[in-house]
């Protein structure tokens, strides 16, 4: 197995994470981060933030379609830290000028055709189907698309994360998508580089 290789054929990746208020499929969305990626790259986490796009969602016309908050996430919010609490202090985007958004900030990349990766299959691509069922919006991703990155990183099982990155904000819905991406990255090479050293 010393000369075992593997070629990559880099499709268009792309990594979200959202925070709302609640952990129910129906939440209000606070906010949308999602990163462009390639796992056979090895970029830092401020390269990732600075190619990524966050977008804060106005929380009362949310509530008006229906969508909910619950009481035990507001307490888990309030034990937050102050940086985390500021997607707390009101949104203006319309969830409805999402698609049009993630068009401008990423126009080279076929939305439709790239893989989704977000930490979960239950969270954050059920809460935001179920945001575009609320608008009479057509997800981004062809149903064939959504990928699990705990799955994933299942594969990569004894490789250590990397430090958490200066200046990260955890629960920062951009923040956490770049470093869960730095995280895919990191494993894959490490696997990588060990697997032609072997």
Same mark, same amino acid.
Request: with cysteine; charged share 25%.
């Given at each position: ?156 099982? =004894? ?7 200066? =200046? ?31």
């Amino acid at each position: 197995m010393s000369n075992w290789k593997v070629e990559v054929t880099e499709p268009e990746r792309l990594f979200f994470d959202l925070e709302t208020l609640d952990t129910a499929n129906n939440a209000v969305v606070l906010s949308v981060g999602i990163t462009p990626f390639k796992i056979t790259e090895q970029n830092t986490f401020e390269e990732l933030v600075d190619r990524g796009f966050e977008m804060l969602f106005d929380v009362d016309k949310q509530i008006e379609r229906g969508a909910t908050v619950s009481d035990d996430t507001l307490k888990w919010w309030s034990e937050q830290s102050g940086r985390a609490q500021e997607v707390l202090n009101g949104g203006t985007n319309d969830p409805q000028d999402f698609l049009d958004a993630c068009k401008t900030d990423f126009p080279d990349i076929n939305l439709n055709k790239a893989l989704w990766y977000c930490h979960g299959t239950h969270f954050d691509i059920a809460i935001m189907q179920n945001l575009f069922e609320r608008y009479s919006m057509k997800a981004p991703w062809h149903y064939q698309s959504p990928r699990d990155a705990r799955t994933w990183m299942d594969f990569f099982g =004894g490789i250590k994360w990397p430090e958490k990155p200066k =200046g990260f904000i955890p629960h920062n819905a951009l923040h956490d998508s770049a470093f869960e991406v730095t995280a895919m990255q990191h494993m894959w090479h490490t696997r990588m580089n060990s697997a032609s050293d072997g």
